[in-house]
Structures are given as structure tokens and as C-alpha cells.
């Protein structure tokens, strides 16, 4: 009975967590499928456009996975002042975060333009004339985009702090669409190739960040931009958001860079295998979006527990959008599994490629539904009380060991090939699930609750 009436206090309602849960898987599930649309409209444009799009957005996705963490810092810092009540706190906060991430992220457009000739014939090497200048193109219209897609970044990570998840999806909605349909017109219409996919690009980034920081301007809103907008470091509140980032942009960037450096043993297995490799991550997008969207959710809820000062609600949360995550995941991944012979056929793939895809689908299938949260959803909690050096340490080393090491271990040495890469990815996850639950039940990220 005590427990019940302690709950009737609680900063998140079951509706509350709906609203903020539902919009997250819309807006994840917008990013996967208009990226899929996004990938068959260059697919138009030539062979030659698709590998320039492909290889020049692996750089910047390295560097929107960076900028993504950073928000993430700002958002954290919003939250536990949210927590605290403190919101004059957390205006301050979303100030330096849009301040910073703007000088910050302007700087690395420079250095991009500056380096362009380093990416282009060092980072990718060896490759064909026509690859070669499409690649160009596209790096130089889309580098300008940067400063642009960090913005948004910050200002959807600062709304979704205030457990305003919905403004963040129609911002989606709203990038996403303009990014199509631009698409649609310069490549389907105007037939200009790889330009005609990078010119929408930087004008859907460029709208959806001059909306998003506009709309953060509203003074009404809970967390808001101070106006007149103050162009001045305070520089122990940055420190705080920087203190979350930085770490969390090193995880991700070298989560990115082991992905790369994977898909290089990848390539040594022959054609079947790099097509059902590339399928493969396709599909598994899908079976891990409905525990993306709540992971966020996590971050956002928790976050406000810490600022509270409140560990038991932290936990009592975590626990609770831990098992939401189990059984997204299942569903998801039924869904997915039902769907398998379809997606099979729709990408024509060869015998040999297809039989790879099913073995290797089936598998991520078990291991999402068992391992994944704990390994993903989990650590969010300790991102949240400021616990980010544990996570960051542990996701580098696991990553060389595991995800490099064994996927060269068992895929080349002992010659499982392309399966033997995935299962050594989810050594890599069990890994971590591991360590993330010791570390929770032991609780040593409660000691920033309540500091």
C-alpha cells in the first residue's frame, strides 16, 4: 500500500511515458524507411552515385554520431535541472549546448572543406574516375550541411529532455519530407545524379534547424533560449554537458570506426557475402527500432529522476522501460521474422546470399530479444546520472576485443565467414550486458544522484 501511494508521486504517468514513447518509434521508424527510399532514389542516379553517396556518408555519419552525443550531454544536464526544478538552469544549459554546437560544428565544416582532398584520395583510396568525382560533388554540397544537422541534433535532444518527444518527430517528419520530395525532382525530374540527392540534403537540415532553434526561442516553452541570446561561454555549465559528451562522442565515433573496419574483413568473403552482409543490416535496423525509440525514453526519464535526487524512481523506471523494451523487441522481431521470405525476394538476392541472410537474421533475432537491452537500453540509465566514463572505457575495449578481434577470430581463422562477423558482434553485446548489470546493481552511478 505504501509503495502504491509513493508511486502516486512519481514524475512520469503510464500516459506520460506514451507520449513520449510513441512519437520516438514514429520518428525512428521515419529515419529507416525514408533512408531505405532515400538509397533506391540514388540507385537511379547510377552505380557510380550510389557508391560516391555511400562512401562519402560514411564520414559523415561518423560525424552526426559526434554531434548526436554532444546533444545528448546537453540533453542529460536539461533533464536533471528539470529534475531539480531549476528550469532558469536548464534555459542556461540549452544556451551553451546551441552556442557550442554551433561555433563547434562550424569549425568542423571548415576543417572538412580544408581536408577534402585528404578524404577524397587518402580515406578512400584507390577508386574509379567517375566514383571519384561524384564524390567530390556530393562531399562539397553536403559539408555544408553540418553546422545545420548538429543544430537540429541539439534542439531535438533538448526537447526530447523536456519529455517532448512529438515536436522532435514532426521535425523529422518535416526534414525527411523536404528530403524526398527534393529528391524526387532533382533526380527523377532534372536528372542531376548525385547532386540531385545532395542539394535536398542541405535544404531540408538547413529548415529543420532554423525551425527547431525558432521554435526553441519560444519563452513559453519549459527549457527555452535566453533572449537576447548571449554569445559568452559559461564555462562550468559547459563543462558539465561537455563532461557527458565528450565521452559519449568517443564511444560512438569508435563504434562507427569498428563498424568500418568489420565491414573491411567483411569484403574478403566474396560478393554473396558483402550483399547479405549489407541486407542484413538493413533488416536488422528494424528489429532494433522499437528499442532504439525507447532507449531515448530512458535517457529522458532517468535523467529527470537523477536531477531529483531520486535513485529509487531512476531505477524504478529503468526497470519498467526495460521490460517495455523485452517485449518491443519480441514483437518487432516476430514481425520481422514473419516478414523474412518477402524481404528475401524483394532484394533478388543470389541463393547463396540469400541463405546467409536467413541464418544471419534468425540468429540477431534471439540475440535482440535477449541480449540487446542490456547491453543498449541499460547503460542509458548511467548516461543519465553522469556515469559515462564506465560506458565509454568498456564499449572501446569491448569493441577491439570482441567485435574486431573475434570477428576476425572466427570469421577468418576459423571460417564461419559472414556468420561468424555477427556472432561476434553479440559477443560483443553479452559482453557488455555483462558489465552494464553489474554495474548497475552494484549502483556506483547512484552517487552522482545524490551529490
Aim: hydrophobic share 55%; aromatic share 10%.
Amino acid at each position: 500500500m505504501e509503495r502504491t501511494e509513493d508511486k502516486s508521486n512519481f514524475l512520469f504517468t503510464n500516459n506520460d511515458l506514451k507520449k513520449l514513447i510513441i512519437p520516438l518509434i514514429i520518428e525512428q521508424i521515419l529515419a529507416i524507411a525514408v533512408g531505405l527510399a532515400d538509397s533506391l532514389m540514388v540507385a537511379s542516379a547510377g552505380e557510380a552515385a550510389v557508391s560516391a553517396v555511400s562512401l562519402v556518408d560514411t564520414v559523415f555519419v561518423l560525424l552526426i554520431n559526434l554531434f548526436a552525443a554532444l546533444a545528448t550531454g546537453g540533453a542529460v544536464i536539461c533533464g536533471q535541472y528539470i529534475g531539480r526544478h531549476h528550469p532558469e538552469a536548464a534555459c542556461r544549459a540549452a544556451n551553451q549546448l546551441v552556442l557550442f554546437t554551433g561555433i563547434f560544428s562550424a569549425i568542423v565544416m571548415v576543417l572538412t572543406y580544408a581536408c577534402k582532398d585528404f578524404i577524397l584520395h587518402v580515406v578512400f583510396g584507390n577508386i574509379a574516375p567517375d566514383v571519384m568525382k561524384n564524390c567530390e560533388t556530393y562531399l562539397l554540397i553536403v559539408a555544408g550541411s553540418i553546422p545545420f544537422i548538429a543544430l537540429y541534433n541539439a534542439g531535438a535532444a533538448i526537447f526530447r529532455s523536456m519529455g517532448d518527444s512529438k515536436t522532435a518527430m514532426y521535425m523529422s517528419l518535416l526534414m525527411n519530407g523536404i528530403n524526398l520530395a527534393g529528391n524526387a525532382i532533382l533526380i527523377y525530374g532534372l536528372r542531376m545524379g548525385v547532386a540531385g540527392a545532395a542539394i535536398p540534403t542541405l535544404i531540408s537540415r538547413i529548415v529543420a534547424a532554423v525551425v527547431i532553434v525558432w521554435m526553441l526561442a519560444n519563452q513559453q516553452k519549459q527549457v527555452h533560449l535566453v533572449l537576447p541570446f548571449e554569445f559568452r561561454f559559461d564555462l562550468p555549465l559547459l563543462k558539465k554537458i561537455l563532461g557527458i559528451g565528450i565521452p559519449n562522442g568517443l564511444e560512438n565515433s569508435m563504434f562507427q570506426l569498428g563498424k568500418i573496419l568489420v565491414l573491411s574483413i567483411a569484403s574478403g568473403f566474396g560478393t554473396a557475402a558483402i550483399a547479405a552482409n549489407a541486407v542484413c543490416n538493413s533488416i536488422g535496423m528494424f528489429q532494433i527500432l522499437s528499442g532504439s525509440a525507447v532507449g531515448f525514453a530512458v535517457l529522458t526519464v532517468t535523467a529527470q529522476c537523477v536531477g531529483a535526487g531520486d535513485c529509487r524512481q531512476a531505477r524504478y523506471y529503468t526497470q519498467k522501460l526495460l521490460k517495455l523494451t523485452y517485449a518491443a523487441n519480441i514483437l518487432m522481431n516476430l514481425l520481422v521474422l514473419a516478414a523474412l521470405p518477402f524481404l528475401i525476394k524483394m532484394y533478388h538476392l543470389s541463393p547463396e546470399a540469400a541463405g546467409y541472410t536467413r541464418s544471419i537474421i534468425r540468429y540477431h533475432a534471439i540475440c535482440v530479444v535477449t541480449i540487446w537491452p542490456l547491453s543498449f537500453t541499460l547503460p542509458n540509465t548511467l548516461r543519465a546520472a553522469a556515469d559515462v566514463k564506465f560506458p565509454m572505457v568498456l564499449s572501446i575495449i569491448s569493441m577491439w576485443i570482441f567485435r574486431i578481434g573475434f570477428s576476425w577470430l572466427l570469421g577468418v581463422e576459423l571460417g564461419m565467414g559472414i556468420f561468424g562477423i555477427w556472432v561476434a558482434m553479440t559477443i560483443d553485446w553479452l559482453f557488455r550486458a555483462i558489465c552494464f548489470t553489474v554495474r548497475y546493481v552494484k549502483g556506483k552511478w547512484e552517487k552522482s544522484v545524490h551529490q
